[in-house]
């Protein structure tokens, strides 16, 4: 036997908060929770010399389309999947206690149930020694996994439930193991924001909530603390139950400026990705600005309607490449179009618009009659806020834009990113609005915000 610890690399996709794993050792590789683009995966083992022998999941994802059934028909890997998970694949079920065997590792389940009902964790055994468990959505680094995903009918059983697992992990479990979670890295599958990089049992003694708190501390704050998840979410289970189809990341139909024009003026959804000082300098008349950037796909997907033809438009081809990925990894399949190039250009004969960018300090210095538009989360405003500033979270703005007041507004969040996106939907109604894009920290540095005072 081998006695040396496996390879265990991570796979970051940092634009859902999430992390794959691909564990080799003496040639074989497991992987644990892959993301639908299995090209990553498929090339870290060629890298690594490893042929993949089996796909584990910790849960049904319901934050991304699984990648887990076509790597596994890809390469001929086993495919293991929880127990009572009701799928429509052929995969082996795995409950309390199986072990599944990949040269000499051995990877325990222990069912966990919090985040679903049915959610299990790998324990990575060389021999008798466990040297690492893969979590997926339950204990996280310094947090665990939500509850409420299934239903407000299950949060306070799921809820006591994932305090138990996280309990059962640390007791069952020495204290210098590493622990590898799926979630937690800026997923909205995470109850309350994690923190650190890397972490041990001992570690998450110290600093989880499971932990440290009594069984109803916990659940009662994990339950108050829940806020708004991506609308998106409600497809992601069942579409990860039936069976992803296999991706394709083939290049969207250019679409000309007619055929743009066209798009918009049938209610379609043309989107630019450009920087947002780009969007709000020149943008056609009737788009959708979402910058391309690490939150693009999680705020696309809350606010896009689901099923409704999506037309991209970028600086380069490699813009648009990148979003069809990022959009496939949460089942946007094959946008209809895309358009590359300046944006007159691309305006033909149509109407090119464009809003004001400004700052916090621009906001303190003006003496205008505006409306403040907060876009940030009920919780976000409630811990501090610009007084009288009117609090539309971005997720709700397409059905309440009715109520923002007439007249100029000017529009924030936290850093500029939501806010952007909401600007561009109320360009879209030809109101007049300025972008603040700027960091709220400075809106309090400056004294706008006196709420707390």
Known sequence: MSTTNPDIAVIETSSLGDRSYLISHDGIAVVIDPQ??????LALAAD??????????????????????ELARTTGAEYVV?????????????????????????????????????????????GDKPVAIFTGGSMLYGSTGRTDLLGSEHTDELTHAQFHSVRRIAAEL????????THGFGSFCSATPTSGDSSTIGEQQQSNPALTQDEQTYVDELIAGLSAYPAYYA??????????????????????????????????????LRARTAFAAGH????????????????????????????????????????????ARIGIDR?????????????????????????????????????????????????GHIPGAVNIPLHELPHRLAEVPDGDVWVHCASGYRASIAASLLDREHR??????????????LGLDTSKT
């Open 36 to 41: 639908r683009d299995i090209d990553r995966v």
């Open 235 to 272: 497809h992601m289970g069942v579409i990860n139950t039936e069976g992803p189809a296999p991706i394709d990341l083939s290049t969207p139909e250019p679409a000309d400026p007619d055929e743009l024009r066209r798009r918009i003026d049938d209610g379609q959804w043309v989107v630019d």
């Open 82 to 126: 929880p127990e009572g998970d009701p799928v429509e694949y052929e995969r082996r079920s795995v409950g309390d206690g199986d072990v599944v065997a990949a040269g000499s590792a051995q990877f325990q389940v222990m069912h966990t149930p919090g985040h679903t009902h049915h959610h299990v964790s790998y324990v990575l055994r060389l």
């Open 432 to 445: 007049t609005v300025t972008l603040i894009d700027d960091d709220y920290d400075h809106a309090t540095n």
């Open 48 to 69: 690594k010399n490893a042929a993949i022998t089996h796909v584990l999941e910790t849960h049904i994802h319901n934050d991304y389309v699984t990648g887990g059934l």
């Open 335 to 383: 946008p209809s179009g895309s358009a590359v190039g300046e944006i007159h250009s691309l305006a033909g004969d149509g109407h090119v618009r464009s809003y004001e960018v400004s700052d916090f300090a621009g906001l303190a210095a003006t003496d205008s009659d505006i409306t403040v538009l907060d876009t940030r989360q009920q919780s976000e405003y409630a811990d």
């Open 284 to 327: 056609l008349d009737g788009s959708l600005g979402f910058e391309l950037s690490t939150t693009f796909v999680t705020y696309l997907g809350w606010l896009y309607q689901w099923g409704a033809p999506l037309t991209l438009i970028g600086d380069t081809s490699d813009q648009i490449e990148d979003a069809t990925r990022e959009l």
């Open 174 to 181: 020495p204290a210098d193991v590493e622990v590898y979670p």
